[in-house]
């Protein structure tokens, strides 16, 4: 796509992160747009502006709340067209962009490099573009992979191979996005007792999760296996290791919270993939073996906590990230014992890191407790727990749900795709879209103590 001068004149007005947002706006605009198309949808299916937004907002930060149901409202075409824009937010409108810069010809220009490295949490601009490529080959190889297997597999549920494999095409897709969308009527619910089903989404939820940093690197020390020299970064080891920490330890105070009242009456597997699954999915799934509004109260607001962690950094998930969540931890323990600093994994953690990693907690805990008073306000026929779960869901992008989503008034959608938009782009995104550039400072004060605590 070429841009004019007058574009680009507008666009050095714009810091790099609001040119981000920017776009993603555009793309969530232009998404509505496109799911309101009558073509797209089952006869009879009509799907007002609001609900169209708000399909396109969770679709775009892969949320996968929704108001309407998908399978009821959209035809084969809508699905695909849905699979389109979830691509855009699961993968990132920047690697998407770089590879259609690409295809017809563009340079990758400084200012689109910032746009990327900011789009993927990047540091540097060493090797964007060929990152870029490397996580969309990535992922739409894991994409594939993922449909074949269940489409083949889903030739045991559906009556012909062309709807078998439609389903698992966009089942793979959802996975692997964390996109939390479904096409089945009713999540993964009738695959409740499919544990191939189950496993091979987990799969895919965990990939799409965990990091695209982290799959780089391990897809580079499988390369490079024979080479004995090879280290890890430590976001890689910090962000595995908080990752699957929470997973597992989300499947046992699942299993040990539910022993006595959801589990009471299930067999020991089914027990194990019920706690896994949900387990997994609050990492920024979003799908869902059962209804989870099942679970007692102590549950729900664990896996509200979870769901607030969200997933790992530079990956489809929203939420404070599992990295933050961990600097946190480790700053609170380091200094119980003394510590002035964070050493873990042969590696010191910058002190700029812990303070950034305070100000999201900070940040991210303000904005979910205010639109949760808010929501409390504008729907007060719903239960607080509800309100909570949906809150936290939105902002970490998950997709879990009570059940509340297509009842909420007007005023209440809006409040909930404000925080799927937020969680999709970052707490710092959303700091930096009122901020200007980084003012140099010339002079300094004298310091002084403050009492704390």
Request: net charge neutral; hydrophobic share 50%.
């Amino acid at each position: 796509m070429l841009r004019t001068s007058k574009t680009e004149k507008q666009e050095k007005k714009l810091t790099s992160v609001q040119l981000i947002v920017l776009f993603y706006l555009s793309a969530v605009l232009f998404s509505a747009l496109l799911l309101i198309l009558p073509f797209i949808h089952k006869n009879g299916m009509n799907l007002s502006f609001i609900d169209a937004l708000f399909t396109a907002v969770s679709a775009i930060s892969v949320t996968g709340l929704t108001v309407v149901s998908t399978a009821e409202t959209f035809n084969t075409a809508g699905y695909f067209v849905l699979a389109f824009i979830l691509q855009f937010g699961g993968i990132g409108i920047m690697t998407l962009g770089t590879f259609l810069w690409l295809l017809f010809g563009k340079q990758i220009g400084l200012k689109d490099r910032q746009l990327i490295m900011i789009d993927q949490n990047r540091s540097t601009f060493s090797g964007l573009v060929l990152l870029m490529k490397r996580i969309l080959t990535l992922i739409i190889t894991i994409e594939i992979i993922g449909g074949i297997i269940l489409g083949v597999h889903f030739l045991n549920y559906f009556p012909s191979w062309e709807e078998a494999f439609v389903q698992g095409f966009f089942a793979s897709v959802s996975a692997t996005t964390n996109a939390g969308f479904d096409i089945t009527g009713g999540s993964l619910v009738p695959f409740a007792q499919d544990y191939f089903v189950q496993t091979v989404n987990m799969i895919l939820l965990i990939l799409g999760a965990v990091g695209f940093p982290v799959l780089l690197e391990v897809m580079d020390f499988l390369k490079n296996r024979k080479n004995e020299t090879y280290r890890f970064t430590l976001y890689t080891k910090l962000t595995t290791v908080t990752f699957f920490s929470l997973l597992i330890l989300g499947a046992l105070l699942i299993f040990l919270l539910e022993f006595n009242h959801f589990f009471k009456d299930k067999t020991w597997h089914e027990t194990l993939f019920y706690s896994l699954f949900q387990s997994v999915t609050t990492r920024n799934g979003g799908l869902a073996t059962m209804d989870v509004s099942e679970f007692t109260a102590p549950t729900l607001l664990i896996l509200s906590g979870l769901m607030f962690v969200g997933a790992s950094p530079s990956s489809v998930g929203g939420g404070i990230r599992t990295t933050t969540f961990a600097i946190m931890i480790l700053s609170i323990i380091f200094y119980a014992k003394g510590r002035n600093s964070i050493k873990i994994f042969g590696r010191e953690v910058d002190p700029v890191d812990v303070q950034r990693s305070f100000i999201v907690i900070t940040t991210a805990s303000l904005l979910c407790g205010s639109s949760i008073v808010l929501l409390t306000i504008l729907e007060p026929a719903m239960s607080i727990l509800s309100i909570v779960f949906e809150v936290t869901s939105a902002f970490g992008t998950t997709g879990l749900s009570m059940g509340i989503t297509a009842d909420l008034s007007t005023a209440g959608k809006v409040v909930i795709i404000a925080l799927m938009f937020i969680g999709r782009i970052g707490i710092f995104s959303f700091l930096f879209i009122i901020r200007g550039n980084v003012v140099s400072e010339h002079f300094k004060y004298p310091k002084e103590n403050v009492i704390i605590g």
